[in-house]
């Protein structure tokens, strides 16, 4: 830790005793924001970014609504004075290496690709903020979850095919992939070759006739050229023959524990076909 | 100061713009470079100032040509056909460039810069726009302008390309009596020049060129004559003196 | 240049004077999740938050600015135009697209000086590749043409690995990115830049001359003493090398280099070689000002600095070209 700050910092520690010596914390990324609801004990938590208090971008907006906001800038966070900074890989290098070069302890979260990597996530989390016991709690019933979805889930699979905003698509080796999976369907694009994103070509949706179209639902009341292009005729066309399911973007955007309420949503269709 | 070349040559890309020339002006004259479009006259110009690539020597008074360009620049002053003045500067300023080979880098102008400049500002009749802004000028007064730029350099070789073309009669004969005076001054001043009248009166010397080539060199007397216009230039002269000057006048045209 | 200083002097001390008052609010306005912050914050953070937060964006914003400014007068006077900008020559885009390469190997993660440097190896392979295609002897149409292809190649690779870009987010870091900021830059940003502008500013300055000569056209500059194609390469290099390390640690910001030198040209007479050092400190101005503005904005995510100088940059932009179609002139 950088000299200047170490006067700060005793400062700081003798007032936090009163939270069990546990490492205070800000959040500066929607998924590290939500893995650190998900983990940290209330009094440790000082600040989180304000896309967490956002209901289309989070599932936990309720809780984060709790504490104060930041928008993600060095100065903003070095005034919560937080022990440990979570933030992901993709969050602004500058802000990061500033807050290091200040002393601070930044942990970097890569995205979550898989269940593994949340549970490889909510470890990281757990282990820079002293919560390794409630870490196993939460790994354990998101295994648990898991197990029930995989009892319930049927053998045989249905094909599937997941259409976002702007005509993109999930391909294989994506958290959203993995879900449909467990759901008892099959990524046809992934099968088709596409790897983690990209375009839908609409040629491959049409032909691979999947019984399920999946789409995300993300801010549909407001305008955006990303929604019309769900509104392409041969995919309306499609819909008015295929089952469709609405999975609302949140459960997707970040892997957390949460996230496989959106298998429950997939199953449930996933009954409805024939 | 005088010059002479030596075999030079002008190769452009495709063609010979400039024939190996060989010539030796004196100081203290008025050279009239003549000759029908492209001919090469402005290329030679151009050679002797150093602006285009050439092969053959350039030897100005004593000395080869240096080959540093500020002591070239002091050496040899250059007034192109249409000179440009890209930005709308005061005239007193555009004037002033002309000094910048004689001045060191960052320094002000000195009492001898300010003097040249207003002698050449006096010289061409512009003093009166010196406040003006150059892009408020007529063609006219911005090619005195520009004379007057080329004149505060104060070299002792002064190369203009045709410096009265867009002149009114009052100032055509004006600006020749400056290039006089100039190279009264012991200066040689080379002007390229379409006017055949003006060059006849005004040059101690005039040189004709044709595809390249010098065709002929000496007196306007001797060089402007019946045969060389018939020959060159496919026009009928009509020839005469006034007060002991020649008079040219291109009168009719041959097939 | 002491003689310069004199004759401007009444620009000089208006633009000194404006730096005096922009720097030290600068200097003592921050931002956090409330919007506006002034002063130091708490007294146990003020010396971090002053050293570290502060200091370096202003003093990287009075850096860039005055290279941006400075540009913009050097190229507007080579080219003879009043509407060039630095980034004709390809060296922005260059240095995005280097700084995007960085990017998309996944090198500049938890290092953020890596970026930096993959900036300035694009503005320097710009410019080599600039000097391959108009060649040593390179005559002005011919850099323009090429600047104008290496600006299209550059865009071209950069879309192309955005469209390879690992994951959405990378995408978005890089994008925003590109729209230039100067939030949470270090002291080391500003020691990473530095040594490459010197240089460069220093070129440019030895360029002053041969940009007055110019302004009578080549063959003039070149009877003067002052051979147009050294002039040439002084202003390109200098540019290239200044501007890349600027792009390397801001991003791309737009329009300085064009508004500055444009608003100041009336008052050092039109003479290209005396609006040099004034647009350095216009430049230096506008730019503290403008990302004052943004921290002074109310509360939410911080708004872009690219984006500032654009939105008053082009409407300018526009109305310089309207007002030369008047004219006649352009």
Redesign the interface.
Known sequence: MSPRLVPVVLMLASAAAAADELPSVASINLCADQLVLSIADPAQIRTVSWLAADPHESMLDAEARRYPLNYGSAEEIIEFAPDVVVAGIFTSAFTRALLRDLGYTVVDLAPEDSIADIERNIEIVAAALRRAERAAVVIGEMRAHVAALAATRRPELATAVVVRPGGFTVGAHTLADELMNLAGLRNVVAESGLDRWGSLSMETLLRSTPALLIQTGYRREQPSLANLVLEHAALTGLTTTTATVTVPAKYWSCGLPASLYSVEMLQAARRELP | MSLRCDALTVRYRDRVAVRPSSIALARGTVVALVGPNGAGKSSLL?AI???VPCTGTVQAGEQALSTS??S???T?????QS????????VR??VA??R??HRA?????RPEDAAAIDAAMRETGVTALAERAVDELSGGELSRV?LA?ALA?RAPILLVDEPVAALDPYHQLEIMHVLTDYAARDALVVAVLHDLTLAARFAHRVIVMHEGEVVADGRPEQVLSAETLRRYYHVEPFLSHVAGQPLVVPWRTLQ | MSAALKRDWPLYAALVTALLVVVPVALGVGRTSGGPAFGLGSPELASAIFLEIRLPRVLLGLLVGGTLGLCGAALQGLLRNPLAEPGLLGASSGAAFGAVLVFYFGLAAGQSLLLPLGAVAGSLTALATLYALAGRRGDLLGVILAGIAINALAAALTSLALNFAPSPYAALEILFWMLGSLADRSLAHVALALPLMLPAWIMLGAAARGLDALTLGEDVAQSLGYDPKTTQWLVIGGTALAIGAAVAVTGVVGFVGLVVPHVLRRAVGFHPSRLLLPSFLGGAVLTVAADLVIRLMPPGPELKLGVVTALLGAPFFLHLVLRARRAGVA
């Not at chain 2, 040899?76 to 192109?80: D, F, K």
């Not at chain 2, 000179?83 to 005061?90: E, Y």
């Not at chain 2, 880098?105 to 102008?109: E, K």
Request: hydrophobic share 45%; charged share 20%.
């Open positions: 151009k100032a150093g602006l360009p500020r070239r620049a002091r040899i002053a250059y007034l192109p000179p440009a003045a890209h930005w709308p500067m005061k300023d555009l460039l002309g910048l080979p880098f960052g320094s002000a102008l520009q730029r350099v």
